[in-house]
């Protein structure tokens, strides 16, 4: 039977990448995507950018919205103090079942928590269920429609503070209009846009950067 994308850079992994070495697992995975066949992860070029601010937020709570294969889960939890946590929602089940597998290969499960679901659902039981206070970053990567709504539903729910800082990927391709204009003109936030690519193309897309102020 025919393999999906995803198993095929889980196949990847497991062939070129060391376990319990989450570089080792994020080059794999580039150099399969560059090379044989695209996939929606962040990718090497804006990586470096997400490297960037995660190493700057040095954040001890982490959420990452979209996690497909792990790509971005595992580059991010990498680079985290030994103590952080990252939790990491995906709505599809065949994503979720390959994204463990590519976790579980660089050793990592121990700082990320992979919950399944629609997070207009989860985003509310963030305190109760995941003993959740507020997040230091969140990572937005998941349906574009739904970066504006789910930024509300945080500040609604109390899981921003004074510097939480959100860090949104594809803010110009696929795009997403409203929720650039509303963190642009909003007061209570203070955005940056890093221009860079669409992974593994020449085609314009980048992140935005926002501090929520409170
Ligand atoms: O669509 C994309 N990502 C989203 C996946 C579904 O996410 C669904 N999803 C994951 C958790 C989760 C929680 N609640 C609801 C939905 C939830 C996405 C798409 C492209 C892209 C760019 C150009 C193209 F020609 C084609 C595609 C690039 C990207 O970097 C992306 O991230
Ligand atoms: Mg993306």
Known sequence: TQSTRPQRILGAVQQNATR???RSVVR??????????????????KGCILDSVVSEVNPATVLEL??????????IASLLPP???????????????????VIAWAGLEDKIQLVEGASGDLI??????????????????????????DTKLMEECGLLRKGSVLLADNVICPGTPDYLEFVR?????????????LEYTKVEDGLEKSVFLG
């Open 83 to 101: 103590h952080a946590k990252l939790i990491t929602l995906e709505f599809n089940p065949e994503f979720a079942v390959i994204a463990r597998q």
């Open 20 to 22: 319990g070495d989450p």
């Open 124 to 149: 509310p039981k963030m305190k109760e269920q995941f003993g959740v206070e507020t997040f230091d970053l969140v990572f937005l990567d998941h349906w574009k429609d739904r970066y504006l709504p």
């Open 66 to 75: 979209g996690t497909y294969c792990g790509y971005s889960t595992v580059r």
């Open 185 to 197: 003109s909003s007061p209570r936030y203070e955005s940056q846009y890093f221009k860079s690519h």
């Open 28 to 45: 794999a995975i580039d150099q399969y995507c560059r090379n044989q066949e695209w996939a929606m992860n962040v990718g090497d070029e």
